[in-house]
T-cell receptor, first 107, second 126 residues
Framework: DIQMTQSPSTLSASIGDRVTITCRASQSISSWLAWYQQKPGKAPKLLIYKASTLQSGVPSRFSGSRSGTEFTLTISSLQPDDFATYYC?????????FGQGTKLEIK | QLQLQESGPGLVKPSETLSLTCTVS??????????WAWIRQPPGKGLEWIAS???????FFNPSLKSRVTISIDTSKNQFSLKLSSVTAADTATYYC??????????????????WGQGALITVSS
C-alpha cells in the first residue's frame, strides 16, 4: 500500500493567514494526488487534482504543489469558510489511499 | 448538476450483510468516462476507499475488504450498490458513494473522486 502522511494533524490559524498543509507519499506517485475539504457532517469536496489543478468553482486562494513525494496545499488568505478538515488522496495505485487528515481550526 | 444519494438501513446486526444503494441523477451511470465508488468514514476518523466499478463490470477492491464486498451496477435504474457481508462493530461508519474520474474514455485506471453523495451512517449493533 502507498501510505499518505499529512502534517500537521491540527493547525490553528486566523482569518487572512497564509497556511500550508503537507502530504508525503511513501513512494513515488508522480503527480497523481488530490486534495479534499470536509466540513462536519458533510461529504468531502474535491479542491485540487493532479497535484496542482484547481477543480472548477474552487476559489483561487487554494493552490497545490509537488516536490518529489511531498505535496502541499496552500490557502493564500484564510476565509471563515475554510475552517474544515483537509485530506489528500493518491491515485497512482489502484489501492486508493487517503491521508489521515488535517483539521484547520480558528486561532 | 450531478447528484448522488445513498439509501439503506441505518442499523445492521453483527454477522449480517450491509446493503446500500446509490442513486445517480443528472447524468448517466453508463458513461464510459467514470467509475463509481464506495468510500467509508468511521465516526471521528479518516476516509477509507472500499471499491470501484465500471459500467462494463471492471472492478477494483480494497484488499482488506475484498473477501466481504460486492459492488454492482444497474444501468436501467441509474444505480449502483454495495454489499458488505459478515459485518462487525468495526464496520460502523458513514458510507459515501462517489463518482471517480477517468483521464480518457475507457481508461482502465480511475483517478480522483469528483462528486460525492451526502453519506449514510450505518451502525452495526445488536
Amino acid at each position: 500500500d502507498i501510505q499518505m502522511t499529512q502534517s500537521p494533524s491540527t493547525l490553528s490559524a486566523s482569518i487572512g493567514d497564509r497556511v500550508t498543509i503537507t502530504c508525503r507519499a511513501s513512494q513515488s506517485i508522480s503527480s497523481w494526488l488530490a486534495w479534499y475539504q470536509q466540513k462536519p457532517g458533510k461529504a468531502p469536496k474535491l479542491l485540487i487534482y493532479k497535484a496542482s489543478t484547481l477543480q472548477s468553482g474552487v476559489p483561487s486562494r487554494f493552490s497545490g504543489s509537488r516536490s518529489g513525494t511531498e505535496f502541499t496545499l496552500t490557502i493564500s488568505s484564510l476565509q471563515p469558510d475554510d475552517f474544515a478538515t483537509y485530506y489528500c488522496q493518491q491515485y497512482s495505485s489502484s489501492l486508493y489511499t487517503f491521508g489521515q487528515g488535517t483539521k484547520l481550526e480558528i486561532k | 448538476q450531478l447528484q448522488l444519494q445513498e439509501s439503506g438501513p441505518g442499523l445492521v446486526k453483527p454477522s449480517e450483510t450491509l446493503s446500500l444503494t446509490c442513486t445517480v441523477s443528472g447524468g448517466g451511470i453508463r458513461s464510459g468516462y467514470y467509475y463509481w465508488a464506495w468510500i467509508r468514514q468511521p465516526p471521528g476518523k479518516g476516509l477509507e476507499w472500499i471499491a470501484s466499478r465500471y459500467s462494463t463490470g471492471s472492478s477494483f477492491f480494497n484488499p482488506s475488504l475484498k473477501s466481504r464486498v460486492t459492488i454492482s451496477i444497474d444501468t436501467s435504474k441509474n444505480q449502483f450498490s454495495l454489499k458488505l457481508s459478515s459485518v462487525t462493530a468495526a464496520d460502523t461508519a458513514t458510507y459515501y458513494c462517489a463518482r471517480q474520474q477517468l483521464l480518457w474514455f475507457g481508461d482502465p485506471d480511475p483517478d480522483y473522486f469528483d462528486y460525492w453523495g451526502q453519506g449514510a451512517l450505518i451502525t452495526v449493533s445488536s
